[in-house]
């Protein structure tokens, strides 16, 4: 090695170790002025002038052979490349806004502030209402053992026990009313006061009625009148289908046996919804969607879901039901029951 | 980093020392050019980031201790020149001064690790860990996470090389105490020293951008 | 082999928008070069092996190093070649990437695996989408899951969905007719079952799709009437499913709630009061609106839900025309 | 470190100098790392290739043929990423690199041989992780790893992303190795414009691993950071960009389809003037287009984004500069034709494999263009005519240039010769095979049918079922192979120093060569390639 005299580099060191933190003083004390978008530059000034003495004199790259300096400032431009051409693309974006959509008629909410509070005229005219729209499920006295109910798993809401699902306050059963959820159809075609009418009359039943706090009224509120349903840019729109209709099998239905047990419970417990021969395509209400929207139900022809080879499978899916999109969870068979409505479906699925 | 255990051995298929010196340095500078491009991908994520969501950056980085930042800027700052002068003595033979700011630059960056745990330990007290238990309400701004999760993947990135910079300088301390250097063979006191001003240089530039946003 | 080599160099795709024979013809540009420099260089090739074969082991040959003229010449002519190639590329993207002033703009969601849209008056489909043919169109997509790629090999079109924002893709297409859809960017399970149909339909046909969507928002009744192309039974079939008349009715005779549909027009009844009627049109239309009226006996009055207001009379029709065809 | 020479006894080489397997375990010998690195790499190249053959198998018909979905998806995210990470990356540089380049520059061995062996071993962790993650249930991303399914995916994604990160070192320290090696251990007179075109490839590559691998690095380190913890970069739901994510992925990943080629390239142009006996045309044309593919190589990625989502400016300005890929890369495949004229050209296997990788990447490099330009990429992305175009370019590129290299340098590496009339019809096998199989695939994807499709519509049956006959050609082509080539180390004839009458210097040596490479230093006074009168 040559010798150390030339390599006394003490005194810039110490000279390097003062300017940078003088500099450092610098920087703190610009950041604390604000000359907009100068301020970015003149940290990154500070910052590069204080890299550069780290990199000359405490790394040696000036004392040393060249190629070391040309490998690191080669690192810097390819790091710039990726900066570059990745911010041409980043900073440079258009992004179209989505179509403003006609709402469906079931924006309309009517006098929000003078139907939400009741009144005897209210209560009376939703008597009436009741007995031809609610009573066939909900049963008469509200006890949700209307004889509709049989059909319907699970069984419609029993106002006596006070339980709300989608809460008691007027504003939510007006836009359960509204939406409809499960099997329940949405009432949407109502006008505003009959739908408005029919809450208060509803309310009598329960012995639990929570009050709107003027909140919730003003934002039902600001929800009225036929405004466009924007899309928020955030979210995607929810599920949405109302689906072309699917080819009907019949051809195969005349193979299977309509009139064995399974049959039977197939018949009364999931034709509704998945159609008398499996073949699906029918709409079912999405819960808690608003606007409310339907999911068109899978056809069992062609699946190759777990259930169609597993039974436990199937009994899970079916005991668990899929609250979210209407399907109910039946769980009052028994294995044999299963086991023939198990067959089946699979007969339907053309597996068996 | 092919050294030996004793003086200055040439490895075999090396001519002489110089060219086996030149080759480490060659190879280490490589090496921090991958260093410098690992944490080239985290600063391009940044400055997509800050870009996109300028305001969101200056309301969220009031969270930050800019004093616990300038200390650190200062501790590492210091270490990078005692690391300088004890590369300098080891090269003159002077092992008693090289030994002192060896174990003064390890001091350095145990302080530093020691101020980040305490700024560490104060972010996840007010919940701005970005592991889904992160506190939006504290922020106007909706993805404030986003700097929060900048802040913590490039200071923990930098900490833990920091940790693995005291680590060499420790291993370069012990083989100094054992007299295995002298001015004819330094390379691993020099490649360690490279090592450690990059790792300064890098905090040189988080530095600013991550506390000192007007 | 030249009837292969042209059968090559178009994809046999129909050309259904101007977009699409542009970029058919740019492909069958690059086609020809492609296969005059394949040709130069691997004919070369071909004729230097056979033609300088190995004939002993100490064959002389001449020591050329190289011409730099040539290596200069053919790096000039390829930049230009190619230049040429980007800026005709880059003419026809931008072409599709800008869209006249008001295109008849329709919402895009992708989701795992199935493409949804949303039209501006508010009726939504799934899988298929309806557009008019020579009208300018504009796609707002976006994704409500992972990214998706919404694909039309017969427009020449695919742009990536990526969740969280919005991408477009404008485009006008010439022929009706039905296009696939593809979903070109991996999504997971059944990302190739991700199909769709793009339906180009005539101005009129498209318009009377669209009054079926029409009466869809105002009368607010979920699941309107299929496609005008439908018979007034099918669309019976389909509004006895989507109004759930087939949880009480069955179609087959198996008893439920409610009396079955088979063989029920003609037959005649005893109501609850005595009274004999036959099942005839008004019969069956009062039962749908009013159905306590006259309740057949056995059967309990005030189970069957009014259904007042949610059907309108085209609708009432078809259901009527459906239960017919149900007897024989 | 190994012991001190004495003068070298006759007849022992490096297989015979050290015996046992810890001799080979911790081994500092360049040229038994190599020979490691090269059975290793192989066989993930059958694994990859057995994959390759289950998918084919699968799309043979439209509908279920052997497998479900899922399996199907995991099956060519392995294929991808078994093929590309475990094998096409390493394979050149690492086996044959390692192998030759210190004999090739006169040097005793390379210039780290400590880090070399960690290079190995980092190699053999990272795939270790990788067989990990497909034991607990592979991945199903596709081995491009998108978010946010990416994120989403159940499947066992964090694990093969950190194999990938682990992988990543290796490529690092191989490359810097190189570097180094090169720039400080050239034999005297070797100058840089001495060195054969071999070398200038690797020093390419090894300038991309170096200054690309990182980015992987960071980017599956990212990834495996958003599943666990959900720091939100690259995830919508959390204010990140998913474009974003593909920006850091193909900043790596282009300049990779780059260390893949380039050491390809420069076994051709060994092979070819050896071949032709014949001075290589435009020696510094060759060399400066290796360095010029190298540096373009960072700036074109954004050709794989056309259609993601970003913006039209920054589509511009990388559908210019893919273009000007075309240029260095045509300058090479012309010189190479050039050089056979008036040669005297032996068809030797290693010479019928760069044959082959003439007439197959011409044809991958060609239908780059269609890929490169703006409106036909956004009919063509994501189709099986990029599948298509990045097989001809990968395999009929770089493993055509991996057989031509391995059947050229077999004698020097194991000190025998394999049969040459079973090379020819492997050889022959696996290239109609190829064509077969992806000529095919063009046209589907012409036609519109898209990439990783487990099912397809029935108008793109006949030409999935082709393509299936195709790639079982391929296998069998292989099969041949692998049986003619490990035969050959028992039964093959001694193989002479010089079979082929190379200038190089790894020809001055015994095959196989000592373990110090060379009975004395080297003293280089000409060119490698010296023939022909002047």
Redesign the interface.
């Known amino acids: 090695m040559s010798s150390n005299k030339k390599h006394d580099h003490r005194k810039t060191y110490w000279k390097v170790w003062a300017s940078l933190i003088v500099l450092t003083i610098v920087t703190v004390w610009t950041s604390y002025y604000d000359f907009g978008t100068l301020n970015i530059v003149v940290a990154m000034l500070i910052a590069t002038t204080k890299a550069t003495l780290v990199a000359l004199f405490f790394m040696h790259l000036l004392y040393d052979s060249k190629v070391d300096t040309v490998v690191f400032a080669s690192s810097l431009v390819f790091l710039a490349i990726f900066v570059g051409l990745t911010a041409s693309d980043m900073l440079d974006r258009y992004v179209p806004q989505p179509v403003k959509v006609a709402a469906s008629g079931d924006n309309d909410m009517g006098d929000v502030a003078k139907l939400a509070k009741p009144s005897p005229e209210l209560i009376a005219q939703g008597k009436t209402l009741y007995a031809t729209n609610c009573a066939s499920c909900h049963g008469d006295s509200g006890m949700g053992n209307g004889p509709a109910a049989a059909a319907f798993n699970p069984k419609p809401r029993n106002f006596t026990t006070g339980e709300w699902k989608q809460g008691g306050k007027p504003t939510q059963i007006f836009q359960t009313l509204t939406t409809g959820f499960n099997s329940m159809p949405s009432f949407a075609a109502l006008p505003a006061e009959e739908r408005w009418a029919l809450v208060h009359y509803i309310r009598t039943f329960s012995p639990n009625r929570p009050e709107d706090s003027a909140a919730d009224i003003t934002a039902l509120a600001a929800k009225s009148g036929s405004g466009a349903a924007h899309i928020p840019v955030r979210l995607a729109m929810e599920l949405s289908a109302v689906s072309e209709a699917q080819p009907t099998y019949d051809i195969r239905k005349s193979a299977i046996d309509a009139t064995s047990e399974g049959g039977q419970l197939y018949q009364t417990r999931c034709a509704s919804c998945h159609g008398d021969n499996g073949q699906g395509g029918i709409n079912v209400r999405v819960l808690g969607s608003h606007p409310f929207s339907y999911l068109a139900t899978q056809s069992f022809a062609g699946n190759h879901a777990a259930w169609t080879t597993n039974m436990q499978e199937f009994v899970r899916i079916n005991s668990l039901g899929l609250p979210g999109f209407g399907k109910p969870a039946i769980n009052d068979l028994t294995p044999a029951q299963w086991q023939s409505l198990y067959n089946y479906v699979q007969q339907l699925a053309g597996i068996r | 980093m092919s050294d030996a255990t004793s003086g200055a051995h040439v490895a075999h298929h090396f001519d002489n020392a110089e060219q086996q010196f030149s080759s480490a340095k060659l190879g280490l500078w490589l090496f921090l050019v991958t260093e410098v491009l690992l944490f080239g991908g985290l600063f391009v994520a940044y400055i997509m980031f800050r870009a996109l969501y300028p305001d969101m950056f200056a309301e969220a980085h009031h969270h930050l201790n800019k004093v616990m930042g300038g200390i650190n800027t200062v501790v590492l700052i210091c270490s990078s020149l005692s690391m300088a002068m004890a590369v300098h003595f080891v090269r003159d033979n002077d092992r008693v001064k090289a030994v002192k700011l060896l174990s003064f630059t390890f001091l350095c960056g145990a302080t530093f690790m020691v101020i980040k745990f305490f700024e560490y330990k104060e972010k996840f007290a007010h919940h701005l860990f970005p592991n889904g238990s992160f506190d939006y309400s504290a922020f106007t701004h909706k993805n404030a996470n986003l700097f929060y999760s900048l802040y913590f993947i490039m200071t923990g990135l930098h900490g833990l090389h920091v940790l693995i910079g005291m680590g060499l300088i420790a291993w370069v301390l012990i083989r100094t105490r054992r007299n295995n250097f002298s001015s004819e063979y330094y390379t691993p006191v020099e490649l360690t020293g490279l090592y450690w001003h990059l790792v300064d240089l890098v905090w040189i530039y988080l530095f600013p951008l991550m506390y000192l946003i007007a | 082999m030249l009837g292969l080599l042209l059968s090559?160099s178009k994809?046999?795709?129909p050309a259904v928008s101007s977009?699409a024979t542009?970029?058919d013809t740019?492909?069958a540009f690059?086609f020809w070069?492609?296969v005059i420099?394949?040709i130069a260089?691997?004919g070369?090739?071909t004729y230097?092996?056979f033609k300088?074969?190995?004939?002993s082991e100490n064959?002389?040959?001449?020591?050329?190093?190289?011409?730099?003229p040539?290596?200069v010449g053919?790096?000039i002519g390829?930049?230009v070649l190619?230049?040429g190639?980007?800026y005709?590329?880059?003419v026809?993207?931008?072409h599709?990437?800008t869209s006249p002033m008001n295109p008849y703009?329709?919402?895009v969601?992708g989701?795992q695996w199935?493409w949804?849209f949303?039209?501006?008056?508010?009726?939504?489909?799934?899988?298929?989408i309806h557009i008019p043919v020579n009208t300018p169109i504009?796609l707002?997509m976006?994704?409500?899951?992972?990214?998706h790629?919404f694909?039309v090999?017969a427009l020449?079109?695919?742009?990536?969905?990526?969740?969280?924002?919005?991408?477009?893709l404008a485009f006008s297409a010439n022929t009706p007719g039905e296009y696939?859809i593809?979903?070109?960017?991996?999504?997971?399970?059944?990302?190739?079952?991700m199909?769709g149909k793009l339906v180009v339909m005539e101005a009129e046909e498209f318009a009377d799709w669209q009054d079926d969507m029409g009466k869809?928002?105002?009368?607010?009744?979920?699941?309107?009437t299929?496609?005008s192309g439908?018979s007034l039974i099918?669309q019976g079939?389909?509004l006895y499913?989507?109004k759930?008349c087939?949880?009480?009715h069955?179609?087959?005779g198996?008893p439920?709630?409610g009396p079955s549909f088979k063989d029920l027009f003609g037959k005649t009844e005893e109501l609850t009061d005595g009274a004999t009627i036959t099942v005839d049109e008004t019969y069956i239309r009062d039962s749908i609106v009013d159905p306590?009226k006259q309740v057949v006996k056995g059967f309990?009055a005030?189970?069957?839900?009014?259904f007042k207001?949610?059907l309108n009379d085209d609708e009432l029709n078809a259901l009527v025309a459906f239960i017919k065809s149900l007897s024989k | 470190m190994s012991d001190h020479h004495d003068a070298h006894p006759v007849g022992t080489n490096f297989y015979t100098d050290q015996r046992g397997l810890k001799s080979w375990l911790f081994t500092l010998d360049h040229k038994r790392i190599g020979m490691m690195y090269l059975a290793t790499t192989m066989l993930f190249f059958f694994v990859g290739g057995l994959m390759a053959l289950l998918v084919r198998l699968e799309l043979m018909t439209p509908g279920q043929t052997i497998v479900s979905a899922g399996t199907y998806n995991k099956l060519f995210t392995l294929h991808g990423a078994v093929m590309i990470f475990l094998f096409i990356i390493p394979v050149i540089p690492a086996a044959l690199g390692n192998f030759l380049l210190p004999i090739m520059i006169g040097a005793k061995d390379v210039a780290f041989p400590r880090l070399n062996l960690a290079s190995y071993y980092i190699f053999i962790g990272g795939a270790a992780l990788a067989l990990l993650s497909i034991v607990l249930g592979s991945a199903d991303t596709g081995w491009t790893f998108y978010t946010p399914y990416s994120i989403r995916s159940a499947t066992s994604v964090a694990l093969i992303t950190f194999s990938v990160f682990i992988m990543g070192f290796s490529s690092i320290l191989t490359g810097l190795n190189f570097i180094v090696t090169i720039h400080k251990l050239r034999a005297p007179g070797m100058t840089f414009y001495k060195m054969p075109l071999f070398l200038w490839a690797i020093y390419a590559t090894a300038i991309i691993q170096v200054l690309a691998t990182p980015v992987i690095g960071i980017t599956t380190v990212l990834l495996v950071i958003e599943r666990t913890l959900g720091i939100g970069f690259f995830d919508p739901k959390l204010g990140g960009d998913p474009v974003l994510f593909q920006h850091f992925f193909w900043f790596y990943s282009h300049p990779a389809v780059y260390i893949m080629i380039l050491p390809a390239m420069g076994i051709i142009s060994e092979v070819i003037a050896v071949f032709s006996r014949k001075h290589i045309f435009g020696y510094k044309a060759i060399a400066y287009s290796s360095l010029a593919i190298a540096l373009i190589s960072f700036l074109v990625w954004g050709h794989h984004m056309f259609v993601s989502g970003q913006s039209e400016l920054s589509s511009t300005l990388f559908s210019v500069l893919t273009m000007l890929v075309a240029i260095p890369t045509a300058i090479k495949v012309v010189n190479w034709t050039a050089t056979m004229y008036k040669g005297s050209i032996d068809l030797k296997t290693p010479m019928l494999y760069a044959l082959a990788f003439l007439f197959l990447f011409t044809i991958g490099g060609l239908t780059g263009l269609f890929l490169a330009t703006l409106a036909v990429d956004v009919h063509l992305h994501d189709t099986y005519f990029v599948v298509a175009h990045f097989h001809y370019v990968m395999m009929g590129g770089t493993v055509m240039g991996l057989l031509a290299g391995l059947h050229y340098w077999w004698p020097k590496m194991t000190g025998r010769m394999y049969s040459e009339k079973w090379g020819c019809v492997s050889a022959v096998l696996i290239f109609l095979g190829f064509n077969v199989t992806f000529l095919s695939q063009f046209v589907l994807g012409r036609d519109g049918m898209p990439r990783r499709y487990y099912d397809y519509l029935p108008q793109y049956a006949n030409l999935n079922m082709v393509s299936t006959f195709g790639s079982w050609m391929i296998g069998s082509g292989f099969l041949i192979m692998t049986i003619y080539l490990l035969g050959s180390l028992s039964r093959g004839a001694k193989a002479p120093t010089n079979p082929w009458g190379g200038k190089t210097l790894e020809w001055m040596t015994s095959s196989p060569p000592p373990t110090g490479n060379f009975e004395t230093v080297p003293h280089v006074t000409e060119g490698p390639y010296e023939y022909g009168v002047k």
């Open positions: 090559w994809p046999n795709l977009f542009n970029v740019i492909y690059i070069v492609s420099c394949f260089i691997v070369t090739m230097f092996v300088y074969r190995r004939k064959d002389k040959t001449p020591y050329i190093e190289g011409h730099t040539t290596e053919i790096s390829l930049f190619v230049m190639l980007f005709w590329g880059w026809e993207y931008m599709s990437r703009e329709i919402n969601v989701q199935s949804n949303q039209y501006a008056n508010g009726k939504r489909t799934q899988r298929n504009r707002i976006t994704s409500s899951d992972v990214l790629s694909y090999p020449r079109l695919k742009q990536d969905v990526v969740p969280g924002t919005y991408q477009y696939d593809f979903c070109a960017e991996f999504c997971g399970l059944d990302h190739s079952a199909l869809y928002a105002k009368t607010a009744a979920a699941g309107g299929q496609a439908k099918e079939r389909d499913s989507s759930t087939s949880a009480c069955s179609d087959d198996t439920r709630v306590n309990v005030g189970t069957m839900p009014t207001g949610q």
